[in-house]
């Protein structure tokens, strides 16, 4: 075998390609369904679902694009087997190499072409002096530092119309497959995806994605020359991490639900439908987690697991997987504490449930109590589970910046959001101030979680009962 | 005139950039001291309209056109502030569910003393002499002014809800179904409250009801509504000596009597036509027996018949062109119930511990049913009659296992129910199920019709393969008169007396030889009673199938039941074949029953309305008519009197 690289799959990786694919099968069911295609048809009907749920779209693409992780092969000798780095490379690092490689000495503001920090230069006649340093990367391609605003416009210019054209395409590719399942002139299409009222939400659709193709465009021209939301501490550029930092953010808001479910579902369910002991064992058992302070809980389990992985490095072959395990730990714990929440509301409604004569008729069948549970309870309850799962995602998202902030959230090595803000926290005392940071952290992490807010909305309006009978 | 005058009022939904109306064109008015019943099915518009008069209409519904005028003022184009002083003041409605319209948080008091400061400014001590009056007046005891709802009983709960709307001193009264979710011995009482006031206040009533014999009994005038419009506008006495509009002439034909026995009710076909349906001519054509050719074309006016009675059909001014009469209803036979019993009950009881302080001991027990007897032969139906919290519905699942009786035993043909266990308690199920009285919660919405009905079959019949069972799916729709499309469509999909439909055919699909008939068809309109109720006749004929039909509607009762057990407080006080006991009761409750059952009059003596009797005595003394020195000290024990049996001293 002589692969250029050599794939590694994560635990988190598989969590999340398990998570995918459980995805995938729910909406093959769904699409399948009648009952359960229409709250989701109405969901494709809402022009904020629809604009949010492409935002998510992307922020989920870039998360998969960094779980595919691998090792790449290093330089080998001819003859020799092929040897593969230590290093843990995902595809979304492969499409971004400037970003990663490209690293400055310390600090540099958005843009910047000298560093933020004053050194002692060496000039070209050998006198010493005392300044800010040009950047080894950021503009370097400048010849004259007074070029900078007009080459970073006409950068801009440039990627605005890259963005333009693609958005362009993709609209004419949308009337292209109307005008197919419409049997109309490619030309009526277009004016119907302009104009027709029951198309709001498409169009919503695609005037996001032209947003964000020509935010892209501008993006991809730009950042390859210059650090455009400038650079950390140690010089990395802060874009960068802000990228990496989405893949941790979606699997702590996802990997928690995806462990927290079963508890909630199974215990949650089983104590109202059964009832007697099993539900006052379920109840003392949610009551007694309940009191405990949660952030300490979660500080201990973390610090328990950072020990076992400090006293066992023979486990982990790489750092990355060292990190990625405490990743892991901290999406089980956190969903160990939470599962609370939803198991006392199915608890309610599964008790609501069970005296419904639907399910007295399948008692009398002599129906199996699991079959009962199943078939009956489970399908008629996943819309209380869906818009939790839904509401609590951006929650998580916010918790795992709070749990890194306080230190006992993801490694320190890891990109995330907390980290990053956590790393900014001592520079805002700084004078002038080193304001990115924080910036480009709150910048990403808000706008995730205003979509995947608004979007949650929607999705509770369209599976509200109350809301099928209004107008 | 100054009682209420409604004309040509239209209420229009708007969706998906249609306008639907689900009332066109509704006229009617109240006279003071008259009782105007509004009479339809469900979803004919009839709430609608009441909402309408009191601008409450819901989200999203508009009224499009129309004039409503209550004395001088024009009630739909009062600013919303000036409405609000009438509505609950000279204009007051009554709800349906009396514990959805009082506020569970305030006392009954504290909600009539709010109308009263509204309405009438009164404050204080004067406030209070008024609400004491007030309770007076609806038969209430002063002293509940200071209690909660839940603490009143249902009838009481109604009682003060319209004391609360009497507050205002109303014109007009509109009275939204009031009695439905009540017991019949509870619904006689509030209709004579009802009319009482009526009569002492000249109150106008707008009666709102789906029950025919309730109109009979409260209306001076009647109008008959069907999708959206009235059909019907008649005095009582000539409506009821002669109904003329078709839909009408159907709505008598379709309510089962005892001594319509062994009939095939009439039955109306088609279902009611869904909102936005577009009419081109009469909207009652398509299920009319006596349309032709111009009742599709053209829409019928509303032509007067007789003084005061008009009727919108064409029969009215053009007799039907000769053609194909309509087919007579098949009238069927009785069926005949053999003598070997199939279900034998013997004293079973059902006691719930009541449990009471920190460590939750059984303080008491409450005797749900309490030492009940019977037996059912293959082919008979016997129908248990009782109110509400009797212990009928308990007992019907202390007979399946879905409750665990605390004593007695159930023998299904040879085996003892109660002692079988596992997977002989399974196989037993078989034969005997269950028919649910809410075709809404009674399927599952997350399942197919062929999955419902399949269920069943892959429990009870494990022999069958599963083609076996997809095979048998279309035949048992066909048997219960359902499409075989039906299998794959969801419960959501079907009206309530399609999906009692669905739930018969899924008990039927294990082959039972009892089915247990929990009120099936209480949640229904008439017109599909009656056809759930031929069905259900047809389908003992064809198997032999044992109802044990549990029921408060007598009339039903005495038209389908071979016998009849009469249950009270979780004992039985009668038995006896249906045709003796609905004739000649011969326990006071009974007769109780009997004399509260609408369309008798409402003539009979103020009946207690509850109450307990003495640990020993009968329960049923509190409220006895007839009681006697014995009745509060000795239970009376059910005797055998010929083929009856009585648990009442006075029989002895």
Redesign the interface.
Known sequence: MNLPFQPVVLWSDALLFLLVAVLIGFLLHVRRH??LRAPWARVGQSRVGMATAVVLAVYAAIGVLDSLHFRPALPAEPGQPVQYGNEVLSVLDLMAKPLRSQVEKTYSAPFALHLYAKENLTLADGRQVRDYPRLKYGGAHLSDERERAGDIARRAVVGVAWGLGLAAAVVLVAAGLLARRNRMPPGDALVRLARAPELAALRSALLTLTLLLVLAGSVVQLAGHYHILGTDKVGQDVFYLALKSIRTGLLIGTLTTLIMLPFALFLGVAAGYYGGWVDDVIQYLYTTLNSIPGVLLIAAAVLVAQVYIETHPELFDTAAARSDLRLVFLCAILGVTSWTGLARLLRGEALKLRE???I?????????HL?ILS??IL??V?HLVLITVVIDFSGLVLAEAVLSYVGVGVDPAMASWGNMINGARLELAREPIVWWQLAAAFLFMFVLVLSANLFADSVREAFDPRAER?? | MTGLVLRDLRVE???GGRRLAPVDGVSLSVAPGECVALLGESGCGKSLTALALMRLLP??LRIADGEARLGETDLFALPERAMQQVRGGRLAMVFQEPMLSLNPVMTVGQQIGEALAVHRALAGAAAGAEIRRLLEAVGLSADLSASYPFQLSGGQRQRALIATMLAGEPRILIADEPTTALDVTVQAQILRLLKRLQAERGMGLLLITHDLDVARDMADRVAIMYAGQIVEWAPREALFAGPVHPYTQKLFSVLPSAQRRGERLDHIPGTVPPLGTAFSGCRFADRCDQSWARCRKEAPGFHERAPGHFARCHLMVEPRPAGPASAPAASGQAVEAQAMPLLRVQDLAVHFPQRKGLLRRVAGWIKAVDGVSFEIAAGETLALVGESGCGKTTLA?AI?R?IEPTAGSVRLGDAAIGELQGEA??RK?AE???V???PF???????RVGEILE??MQ??RPELAKAERKALVPVLLQQVGLDAAAALR?P?AFSGGQRQRI?IA??LA?EPRLLICDEPTSALDVSVQAQILNLLQGLQRERGLAYLFISHNLAVVGYLAHRVAVMYRGRLVETGPAAAVMAEPMHPYTRLLLESAPGRGLGVAEAVEAGTGGEAGCPFAARCREVQPRCLVAMPALRRLNDRQVACHLRE
Do not use: C, K, W
Request: avoid cysteine; aromatic fraction near 8%; charged fraction near 25%.
């Open positions: 009648e009952h419904l004569e639907y007295q008729a399948a008692r009398a069948f002599g129906v199996s079959r078939r009956h399908p008629n996943g209004r107008t | 939904i708007a969706t989200e999203g699942r399946l879905l308690l399974r199920r005997m199920q269950i649910f009285q809410d919660s009674s399927l599952n919405p997350r399942m269920e069943g429990a009870l969801y959501h739930a899924r008990a294990v």
